[in-house]
């Protein structure tokens, strides 16, 4: 099975509306408003802006985990969200091939057939040379790098990544911002917050959070503490 067979596009169009988005935590300012976007199967988007703009807090809106302060989403089509976090986890004694193969098993694939779509999957990040190590033994560039592969394995209608490349060398991070950008090509939405701007450069749409930052606020701090302005 090619990679292209492995990550079909979806049958029905997905897309991802935003309107008019604000948020904000009880009692903090404003981290963003007035955010509207429309993302699209076939698009890798970037979500950039300085830090504690609040770049992981919109994933979390568009896995629906977080309830927006203001404004919605509409995630048409979009059943299964799959989520890199920045900080990879695994089981210490399972190979890495194991944590691969896991998403292609539970679809219900037998071990003989779901073994080479996660070594294609990984050698995608190139990572076959280490499909036989422990996750305990895998550096945190590596880790990374699998957690990557193995959302591409689950196969999900939206992919939501988060500082893929904080772990990585310059040459590794360049590999993986490459393949982040030609991902979405599979039929895929997929989200990169990041600060890295080799990774920001790959994608095909960026959503800086800078530019949607709070108005200055009044002198009693009601543009961003109180009221939606």
């Known amino acids: 099975m090619t990679g292209t067979e492995m990550l079909a596009p979806a049958a029905v169009p997905m897309r991802v509306v935003g309107e008019d988005l604000a948020h904000r935590f009880p009692g903090t300012d404003v981290l963003f408003e007035h955010l509207s976007f429309t993302l699209e199967a076939g698009r890798t988007v970037a979500i950039c802006g300085p830090s504690g703009c609040g770049k ?3 994933l979390s809106i568009l ?3 977080e309830k ?3 404004g919605t989403v509409d995630r048409g089509g979009v059943r299964r969200v799959g989520w890199v976090f920045q900080n990879p986890y ?3 004694e399972r190979t890495a091939l194991d944590h691969v193969v896991f998403p292609l098993l539970a ?3 037998r071990r003989a057939d779901a073994e080479p779509q996660a070594l294609e999957a990984m050698g995608l990040f190139e990572l076959e040379y280490a499909a036989d190590r422990s996750f305990a ?7 990374q790098r699998l957690m990557l592969a193995r959302a591409v394995c689950s196969k999900p209608d939206m992919l939501l990544v988060d500082e893929p490349t904080a772990q990585l060398d310059t040459r590794t991070a360049h590999s993986v911002s490459h393949v982040l950008g030609n991902l979405a090509g599979h039929g895929m939405i997929v989200v990169v917050a990041t600060h890295d701007r080799d990774t920001r450069d790959a994608c095909q ?3 800086d959070l800078a530019d949607y930052a709070p108005a200055d606020p009044a002198p009693d701090g009601s543009a961003l503490k109180g009221e939606r302005p």
């Open 68 to 70: 927006p302060w203001a």
């Open 205 to 207: 749409q960026v959503i």
């Open 56 to 58: 992981s807090t919109l």
């Open 137 to 143: 033994a895998l550096s945190g560039g590596e880790a």
């Open 63 to 65: 896995a629906g985990w």
């Open 107 to 109: 679809q219900g694939l």
């Open 90 to 92: 695994g089981v210490a």
